[in-house]
């Protein structure tokens, strides 16, 4: 199995990734294995670094550690012309499993990255490769860097080191700084189609196929959303329930219901992955300091500072998860009103919601195509207030009044 089976849809990228990863061996190859990399790569279609761009759910991560896991592939069929990338040696599945010394992937459960952990990664990317290929560094979440960590990574992608390589992730080019979008290689990915979505999941996950297809026709394509759809019944709980908002808008007190039931449900989203996490993070942080035994020993002088850093993460990765439950929730809403709209319309586009077609029906035939495009334009506008640290409960309920007005 190649490390790009898991990227679906995405040939035009693969074919670009593979002729890179290609340079990328003969760069390190004439360079004996051993001695840092001084050919330029002006002329190479490898570079040392990219922004992997695409919406949701297209696989901007899956992809860049595809690339990453390329980059150290040592099989030896690449002396016989095989493409680097065979998924199958040392360097691609230790990549793959996130155990390779070389790659480091970033990801973030928080709101933002910081500047001390981004000069943590600057500090690292100057280091040579332990392996002697690339040492590669794969920033799945490079949209939350902070302006400040922005500047502290610009410096690293304009001076890199002869042998590192940037792989950096957002969903669109504003969402880094121009002057680090200026020294990236980018490549943009499209959202997979539904069909090559849903035989994903049978191939990989074995779910059955008529629930990989109705998962992947309900998430329009986003492989992790469908995955989690087809697995999870709290999801399917979850999205049910969601769907169900848009017939209980019919006065004002249903509309403040209906938005205190969803910040309730993202709230305890958030809760159960503290429970999940929370606690053994402390139990595991109070062990390291020498805390004595049981969650009630004293810690040792001059270590509170340590517990209290512990606490803020965790109440940062709290508000994190509920917004991004929120987010997944506004989401379904706005595929709901896309179903409605088509409709009205009468196009002959698939409809994400076919399990709910009475719904659709009843809402489209209440009301007309432009108070669809207002419901619409409310839910958005719902998301960009929560994106700009908006009370949750506020954003809701005025959007619930929208959805309400039409």
Known sequence: MAVWDDLVGQDRVVAQLTAAARDADALVTAAGEAAPAEEPMASSKMTHAWLFTGPPGSGRATAARAFAAALQCVSPDRALGGAPGCGFCDGCHTALVGTHADVEVVRTDMLTIGVKETRELVRRAQLSPAGGRWQVIVMEDADRLTEGAGNVLL?????????????????????????????????????????????????????????AASAARATQGHIDRARRLATDDR??????????????????????????????????????????????????????????????????????????????????????????????????????????????????????????????????????????LRRIEAITACRQALDSNVAPLLAVEAMTMALRAG
């Open 155 to 211: 410096k690293a992608v304009e001076e890199p080191a002869p042998r590192t390589v940037w792989l950096l992730c957002t969903p669109s080019l504003e969402d880094v700084l121009p002057t680090i979008r200026s020294r990236c290689r980018l490549l943009t990915l499209r959202t997979p189609p539904v069909e090559a979505v849903a035989d994903l999941l049978v191939r990989r996950d074995g779910i059955d196929p008529e629930r």
């Open 235 to 372: 999801a399917r709980a979850r999205r049910a329930a969601v769907l169900k908002l848009p017939l209980r808008v019919d006065d004002v007190g249903g509309c403040l219901k209906a938005a205190q039931e969803l910040i309730d449900a993202a709230a305890e989203d958030a809760k159960q992955v503290a429970e999940e996490v929370d606690v053994k993070e402390t139990e595991e942080l109070r062990a390291a300091l020498g805390a004595a035994a049981g969650t009630g020993g004293r810690l040792p002088r001059g270590t509170a500072g340590a517990m209290k850093d512990l606490q803020d993460r965790q109440k940062r990765r709290a508000t994190r998860t509920q917004r991004d439950t929120l987010d997944l929730a506004l989401t379904d809403l706005i595929a709901f009103y896309r179903d409605v709209l088509a409709l009205q319309l009468g196009s002959q586009v698939a409809l994400a919601n076919t399990d709910v077609r009475d719904a659709l029906e009843r809402i489209a035939s209440g009301s007309k195509p432009e108070r669809t």
